[in-house]
């Protein structure tokens, strides 16, 4: 394949991401290639994100949801994403069989201050950023007891069995929202169909 001097995907980034993702070699390079044009610098910045991120939910407002997303996969903190740290946001938020990495992620997506556990505060503010998704013509179809946002996230914090103070470790967390169906819903928003 070459190296990333030439303008080409580096072997070992390739072999990580064909691993770690659903993605095939060819699509890998089609994306790589399709990234290389529209960020000729190769990084992209929250801007740029919020920016590709809002066109997937055109009716709804994205940009504070974007802004967490963005954070949780800046996994070096510069403020940008490279193309490896884009194609893991890609495959980890894409719709599909919910895996237990993709529950580490949306561990790590909740955890805002990422400090190895989830308090409620994080709980309702990750589901403000989900609850704000949702274009305003679904909201009356949903269950009275999710109509909100803190009404979403006083529901997912009783699937934890926690108390207000409490805090929720990954593996709680992961086991929680394994054990219902509901609390896997609450993490996360599917536009109806």
């Not at 390739?14 to 089609?30: A, D, G, I």
């Not at 954070?71 to 980890?92: P, Q, V």
């Amino acid at each position: 394949m070459g190296n990333t001097k030439s303008g080409a995907m580096s072997k070992e980034i390739l072999e990580e991401l064909k691993m770690n993702t659903k993605f095939s070699e060819m699509e890998l390079v089609q994306w790589y290639e399709n990234f290389k044009r529209q960020c000729p610098s190769e990084r992209i910045t929250k801007e740029e994100f919020q920016e590709i991120y809002s066109k997937f939910f055109p009716d709804s407002d994205a940009q504070t949801y974007s802004q967490h997303v963005f954070r949780s996969f800046d996994t070096n903190a510069d403020g940008t994403l490279d193309f490896k740290e884009y194609i893991i946001a890609l495959h980890m938020t894409s719709t599909g069989k919910t895996t237990t990495m993709k529950l580490e992620w949306a561990f790590g997506l909740f955890d805002v201050d990422k400090n190895g556990y989830i308090i409620k505060s994080e709980v309702k503010e990750i589901c403000t950023a989900i609850f704000r998704m949702i274009p305003k013509d679904e909201i009356w179809k949903l269950p009275s007891d999710e109509n909100t946002a803190d009404k979403r996230a006083e529901k997912l914090w009783r699937f934890f069995k926690k108390s207000e103070k409490d805090r929720v470790t990954e593996s709680e967390f992961i086991q929680g929202v394994l054990a219902n169906e509901a609390a896997l819903r609450l993490i996360q928003y599917q536009p109806l169909k």
